[in-house]
């Protein structure tokens, strides 16, 4: 028999886990499981509303792929906002809390499971969620800025198990009392982009476009493995870095203090004439040769795209 296909794609991953679920069922298992249950209800519905696919439910944890890290956050932000009025209703030390982590990165398929290091990345950054909380990576931060009703607060890098290099998280916060932005109780409107994240953003502006190429760009470089600069060309053939990436191929994937790398990175980026890969290039070279010009690019972006327009 042949083996199963092995898909690659690139996905936003929400990892979601029930926080104390061992002394909760210690105290209670029945009760536990029925206010587990209760709860999942929510969660799932809450999940399939915002387009996304529900892989793994072992226990007490949920794992679930979207088409967009937009729809990932709103799912999440909905959930915590769900669950808090749902143990208004539960005694103190009966209310069951989540904790969830917002990933976007390059996922395999096999056997309808996702796997990989972006769905364990999801699932270390749920672990360092406060409870009742989200935490995400600096690549769904970038995506989601100035595109959500949230703010994110930097925790710095962090060393997660089993992945070899540190990751910068951001905590979010946002009202976990506020009203769900996503109604249970409306229809669910079919999205014919569930496939993968590159879909829904072919169909999407082009700037949406950049933001997610920039925060792939971004994770490729924190890890400088050359193994990585290979999988950006071969997701992105034709994108802003490919003369950049197929460099740090040839020099081994390592950059340095190199001036040449950082004019070509300087190159691509003005070409551009996008504010989030200006972004791009201060996160990489924040005392660089062009940061001024990149800080005075980014505030004449802002400027044009906040003036108003004239008809």
Not at 70 to 98: C, G, K, S, T, Y
Not at 129 to 145: E, F, Q, S
Request: glycine letters at 8%.
């Amino acid at each position: 028999m042949e083996a199963p296909p092995l898909e690659r794609k690139l996905a936003a991953i929400l990892a979601a886990d029930v926080e104390g679920y061992s002394r909760l069922m210690n105290v209670d298992e029945e009760l536990t499981l029925a206010t587990l249950t209760s709860h999942r209800t929510i969660v799932d519905s809450l999940i399939e509303k915002a387009h996304g696919q529900i892989f793994g439910t072992a226990g007490d944890s949920v794992l679930a792929e979207f088409p967009s890290v937009v729809h990932a956050f709103h799912a999440a932000v909905a959930i915590q906002q769900a669950m808090w009025r749902a143990n208004e209703e539960l005694p103190l030390d009966h209310r069951m809390n989540f904790r969830i982590g917002i990933n976007v990165g390059d996922v395999l398929v096999k056997n309808g499971d996702i796997f990989g290091d972006g769905v364990n990345i999801a699932a270390r950054l749920e672990g360092l969620a406060d409870v009742g909380g989200i935490c995400v990576t600096r690549g769904v931060r970038d995506h989601l800025r100035d595109r959500v009703d949230a703010t994110f607060e930097d925790l710095g890098e962090q060393n997660i198990k089993n992945i070899p290099r540190p990751l910068r998280v951001f905590r979010v916060l946002f009202d976990q009392q506020g009203e769900p932005a996503i109604d249970l109780a409306a229809p669910i409107v079919e999205d014919r982009t569930r496939s993968s994240v590159e879909q829904s953003l072919s169909q999407d502006s082009d700037d949406e476009g950049h933001r997610v190429e920039v925060a792939f760009w971004e994770s490729v470089q924190e890890s400088n493995d050359p193994a990585e600069y290979t999988l950006y060309l071969e997701r992105f053939p034709e994108g802003q870095f490919v003369e950049l990436a197929t460099a740090r191929l040839e020099s081994g994937g390592t950059s340095g203090d190199d001036p040449a790398i950082e004019l070509a990175f300087w190159e691509t980026v003005r070409e551009t004439g996008n504010a989030d890969m200006f972004e791009a290039y201060l996160v990489k070279y924040p005392n660089g040769q062009f940061s001024d010009l990149a800080n005075i690019m980014i505030a004449n972006l802002l400027k044009a795209r906040s003036a108003p327009s004239v008809d």
